[in-house]
T-cell receptor, first 113, second 114 residues
Framework: GESVGLHLPTLSVQEGDNSIINCAYS??????FIWYKQESGKGPQFIID?????DKRQGQRVTVLLNKTVKHLSLQIAATQPGDSAVYFC????????????FGTGTQLKVEL | GAGVSQSPSNKVTEKGKDVELRCDPI?????LYWYRQRLGQGLEFLIY????????KSGLPSDRFSAERTGESVSTLTIQRTQQEDSAVYLC????????????FGPGTRLLVL
């Protein structure tokens, strides 16, 4: 049956293609940003983070881009694999607000074979 | 080493009953956080413990919600007189405790209030 609640934005990509997941954050004072991956039935898993003094950071197959001018964050996944299928959340934090994270609503990534 | 663990993994209760959810943080992590995640939504901050400082309770939705932490170890989140709208996944995270350190999450407790 259908699930109750908000329907997440969904991004469908072919296996092997690159994925770009976008996030608009809300607080211009935020100075630390994290991307989390959440698989069904599991807690969020840390992927990559970036501080506000940077505009790009690369990890293994993932890149995070930060545009503070327009308060925009993106996650790029290279050569997307079936195991990348999950919900991806961006989260923001600012030092003056303690260490509590503010999460976006999430994007469902579906990798098609 | 072991990650953040939570128990129970699932809890079904009747409206009006009290529930206790448990979190064991990563050893050595001084900061501990509770979040709530409703179906299909992002995480909402509830409460944050940092060492011996007073906890940040600014996210608790009502006085039916409370949490305790024993030293820098286990935490329990208590919901009194549960309501159906309390049904959600309750997630715990821990971090080293320094500013802007990465938070590592447990698997969550799925609470269903009938």
């Amino acid at each position: 049956g259908e699930s109750v609640g908000l329907h997440l934005p969904t991004l469908s990509v072919q296996e092997g293609d690159n994925s770009i997941i976008n996030c608009a954050y809300s607080n211009s004072a935020s100075d630390y940003f994290i991307w989390y991956k959440q698989e069904s039935g599991k807690g969020p898993q840390f992927i990559i983070d970036i501080r506000s003094n940077m505009d790009k950071r690369q990890g293994q197959r993932v890149t995070v881009l930060l545009n503070k001018t327009v308060k925009h964050l993106s996650l790029q996944i290279a050569a997307t694999q079936p195991g990348d299928s999950a919900v991806y959340f961006c989260a923001e934090n600012w030092a003056g607000g303690g260490n509590k994270l503010t999460f976006g609503t999430g994007t469902q990534l579906k990798v098609e074979l | 080493g072991a990650g953040v663990s939570q128990s129970p993994s699932n809890k079904v209760t009747e409206k009006g009953k009290d529930v206790e959810l448990r979190c064991d943080p990563i050893s050595g992590h001084t900061a501990l956080y509770w979040y709530r995640q409703r179906l299909g939504q992002g995480l909402e901050f509830l409460i944050y413990f940092q060492g011996n400082s007073a906890p940040d309770k600014s996210g608790l939705p009502s006085d039916r919600f409370s949490a305790e932490r024993t030293g820098e170890s286990v935490s329990t989140l208590t919901i009194q007189r549960t309501q159906q709208e309390d049904s959600a996944v309750y997630l715990c995270a821990s971090s080293l405790g320094l500013a802007e350190e990465t938070q590592y999450f447990g698997p969550g407790t799925r609470l269903l209030v009938l």
